[in-house]
């Protein structure tokens, strides 16, 4: 069995009359991409900054590759790289010496020649070769969330931390950051924050969704997105009413939606269970006047899957 | 993991004073060579304020002596010493705090004791070299005033008040040999470096730069206070060690080892409290 990346259970932070978290628990797979999603003060960046040994949990348990980031924070931070919310570096620092002095920090670094390939490598991964001399304090906010990115993969992390990484970042720089996220996946475990559903549908394996302080839900993208094994998303072509009245009537349908573009029409059928799929299907093949585009198990834009089970509230 | 630049060594274990290394290396590079050749600068200047007046024009009826010079700078440049080391120090930590960087850092693979530690080593050195330097410069200078002017029984001219001199009057040292005089410079860093690890302590645990800064002007007060009203009750302090030095330039004879040490011990323990609170800390 594998060791999950992180495992937390009942973990609980108080700041005075604050509860910042109520009894997390999630699991994160290691070699996975994971979107940890939950409106402002849900308890992301709390969340994170107990793995990464920032500040002390009231309670509870959290590991990093089954090690304990309370007992054995040193040994846990080795194997983590972190890119924080509003990254800041020494100002009088360069590019190219703070990802150096980064990677001299971690234990069994690599050094001379080699370390200095390593910095030139992922300087350019990141897209910051004509900035590599600048100074941190002359950088735009876009390129300080860059310079963090490289920075947290000196070490040749096993798990990479990520707050809010495309945070602040224009459309390109968007772009640019989940390409990479993209890219590191085969070499490392991925876990970053975000407010931006469309980046965590495009690039996670899999979603933690916090709100007040406890998970609502986790599990792979699309089992997050799949509504339920009562609802199908049909979409036809052609004359449909006919097959709309005789399904209606039906005892095992309880309702269908429909919405219409030009000649096709999408519905979503609900039935009154799941097994009642074994009669959709021959009705709607049996059927006459219209011919079936897409049949499957109805889901939903991780928006709406977001508002459905996160709500409207911005838990502040 | 391997990438094609090399390989991180799988580490089961990582030792007590990881990372020490790469933070010195940082840290050095505020002290090397910016501040350092500033506060040289600095102490220069002081003495050649002390030295030129002397120098110039001595009152005619009244020789102001070697002893003028040397207590006059000794005076002088260790409380300026101490001011910058409040100065240069309030930032240290609570600055890294507030600016986000000391979370940066304490997010790496390293101990928060490292943090403290190397801001503590660096300005130790830093202060070691600006006042080995600094001291090593105007020794040949007041070895040239001492044969210029001379020691012994000297006056040193405050104000005339009706053509006569009023003063100090005494008899002032004689330039210590060099082994001697590197022993009071030993305790002006010694004092200076508590003043460092006290204002790292404060930074651990107050919110405020301001605090911090007015509390370590405080501190400076205290010493230099010490130092000159507190007599030798005070020789096991902070204020003792700059006491002893004053002593010695005064012309009396009194011990610098104990002041040294008990000084330093102080700041060792000054600086596990700071270590101690740092590593409590929350940081942002």
């Not at chain 1, 969340?47 to 040994?75: C, E, F, N, Q, Y």
């Not at chain 1, 079936?292 to 459905?308: K, M, N």
């Amino acid at each position: 069995m594998t060791v999950p990346a992180i495992e937390i259970r009942q973990l609980k932070k108080r700041y005075r009359k604050v509860e910042a978290l109520r009894g997390l628990d999630l699991t994160v797979e290691a070699g996975s991409v994971c979107g940890f999603l939950g409106p402002n003060g849900a308890g992301k960046t709390t969340t994170m900054k107990i793995l990464i040994g920032l500040i002390s949990p009231t309670s509870g348990w959290a590991a990093v590759h089954g090690i304990d980031v309370r007992g054995s924070g040193l040994l846990a931070r080795s194997r983590i790289g972190y890119l924080p919310q509003d990254p800041v570096f020494p100002p009088y620092q360069t590019v190219r010496s703070v990802i150096a002095t980064v990677g001299r920090l971690y234990p069994g670094h690599p050094r001379g020649s080699t370390l200095r390939r390593r910095v030139d490598e992922l300087i350019d991964r990141v897209g910051m070769t004509d900035k590599a001399r600048r100074r941190t304090a002359g950088l735009s906010g876009g390129e300080r969330q860059r310079l963090g990115v490289a920075q947290a993969l000196i070490g040749e992390p096993d798990l990479l931390i990520l707050d809010e990484p495309s945070a602040g970042l224009d459309p390109t720089g968007r772009r640019d950051m989940l390409n990479l996220i993209d890219e590191i996946r085969a070499e490392t475990t991925v876990f970053y924050s975000t407010h931006i559903l469309d980046d965590v549908e495009r690039v996670s394996d899999t979603v933690v969704m916090i709100s007040r302080g406890a998970v609502v839900a986790q599990g792979d993208i699309d089992e997050i997105l799949t509504v339920s094994d009562t609802d199908y998303a049909v979409r036809l072509r052609g004359d449909t009413e006919a097959l709309h009245g005789r399904l209606l009537d039906e005892p095992w349908v309880e309702r269908i939606e429909t919405r219409r573009h030009g000649d096709i029409e999408d519905w979503v059928v609900r039935l009154s269970d799941g097994s009642a799929v074994e009669r959709l299907a021959p009705a709607l093949v049996e059927s006459e006047g219209h011919d079936i585009v897409e049949f499957h198990l109805s889901d939903r834009g991780l928006e709406e899957a977001y508002l459905a089970l996160v709500g409207a509230d911005d838990g502040d | 993991m391997t990438t094609d630049a090399g390989t991180i060594t799988s580490v089961e274990k990582v030792g007590p004073m990881q990372g020490l290394g790469g933070l010195i290396g940082v840290d050095l590079r505020v002290w090397f060579p910016l501040r350092t050749v500033l506060m040289v600068v600095v102490g220069l200047i002081i003495f050649g304020f002390m030295y030129l007046p002397w120098s110039a024009a001595p009152h005619p009826s009244v020789d102001p002596g070697f002893g003028f010079l040397f207590l006059g700078f000794l005076s002088v440049w260790s409380a300026v010493m101490l001011i910058s080391a409040a100065s240069f120090s309030e930032g240290a930590v609570l600055g890294e705090i507030n600016r986000g960087t000391a979370g940066w850092l304490a997010a790496m693979p390293i101990r928060r004791a490292s943090v403290i530690v190397a801001k503590f080593a660096t300005a130790a050195v830093g202060y070691a070299v600006i006042i080995a330097v600094t001291g090593t410069l105007v020794y040949p200078i007041l070895a040239g005033a001492v044969d210029r002017g001379g020691t012994g029984f000297r006056a040193t001219v405050v104000v005339e008040v009706t053509q006569s001199p009023i003063g100090m009057w005494g008899r002032f040292a004689d330039l210590p040999e060099f082994g001697n005089y590197l022993g009071m410079l030993a305790a002006i860093w010694a004092a200076v470096v508590f003043v460092v690890a006290a204002m790292m302590l404060l930074g651990t645990f107050l919110r405020s730069r301001t605090a911090v800064f007015g509390l370590g002007m405080m501190l400076v007060g205290l010493i230099v206070g010490g130092a000159i009203f507190g007599g030798s009750s005070v020789s096991a302090t902070p204020a003792g060690a700059v006491w002893s030095v004053l002593q010695i330039a005064w012309g009396n004879d009194v011990a610098l080892l104990t002041p040294i040490m008990s000084t330093l011990l102080l700041s060792i323990i000054v600086l596990g409290a700071a270590v101690w609170s740092f590593d409590r800390r929350e940081l942002a």
